[in-house]
């Protein structure tokens, strides 16, 4: 079975620094993965989503890497703000369902 | 931008009651999908539907629960007797193409406190 672990737990960071969210995940025989970002109390948002055969996807000061081969991802965080504070959750498929990590909370000091 | 929307926002109930989850996914979407996470825990998979029928289900998914989509718009999960360990929030999501393919899309949640 699938089993996704997120690396830390939890990272506090002052504003503006640069920062990496690592996902590791058991099975490589994944159709994609994708990173959300979680609210307290709040539902899911996506942030990105790479495909198997691709190596990252970038969305504004977020960029995602994907090496299928060694079970790894990570989500570099570019000049972060307190706005950023969030849980970020990375989550692969294998075409039938998502396998969630516990994710990474993460508070950005103003 | 469109959403998936889900009712109620929080629901308390007896242990024992009947509840239901309604979900109305993205319009053009194809796939569908209730997820629950339990406090502090990993966001797991229940079931996936598509075409009218269930495609996939966990073992969490067990006789206690059932998903309906009774016309164009609305997905809804029952949970038929509840139990304590029911209470998590529970979450639809809704894909255009077949997960493998494409973005899923979630809602905010539906948090269900079973008493």
């Known amino acids: 079975k699938q089993e996704v672990t997120q690396i830390p737990a939890a990272l506090s960071v002052p504003e503006g620094e640069n920062l990496v969210l690592n996902c590791s995940f058991t099975?490589?025989?994944?159709?994609?993965l994708q990173w959300f970002r979680q609210d307290p109390g709040k539902g899911l948002t996506s942030l990105l989503l790479?495909?198997?055969?691709?190596r990252e996807q970038t969305s504004g000061r977020l960029n995602a890497s994907l090496d299928k081969s060694s079970g790894r991802s990570t989500l570099y965080i570019a000049a972060s703000q307190p706005g950023d504070s969030a849980t970020y959750l990375c989550?692969?498929?294998?075409?039938?369902?998502?396998?969630f990590g516990t994710g990474t909370s993460l508070t950005v000091i103003p | 931008e469109p959403e998936v929307t889900q009712t109620p926002s929080h629901q308390v109930t007896q242990m024992g009651q009947e509840v239901i989850l309604r979900c109305v996914p993205i319009?053009?979407?194809?796939?569908f999908y209730w997820y629950r996470q339990i406090l502090g825990q990993k966001v797991e998979f229940l079931v996936s539907?598509?075409?009218?029928?269930?495609?996939?289900k966990s073992e969490i998914f067990d006789d206690q629960f059932s998903v309906e989509r009774p016309d164009g718009s609305n997905f809804t999960l029952k949970i038929r007797s509840t139990k304590l360990e029911d209470s998590a929030m529970y979450f639809c999501?809704?894909?255009?193409?077949?997960?493998?393919?494409?973005?899923?899309?979630f809602g905010e949640g539906s948090r269900l406190t079973v008493l």
């Open positions: 319009s053009n979407h194809l796939y």
């Open positions: 099975d490589s025989a994944i159709y994609n």
């Open positions: 999501a809704s894909g255009l193409t077949l997960l493998g393919a494409g973005e899923l899309f």
């Open positions: 989550a692969v498929t294998n075409g039938n369902q998502f396998y």
């Open positions: 539907f598509y075409n009218n029928e269930i495609s996939e």
């Open positions: 790479i495909q198997s055969s691709q």
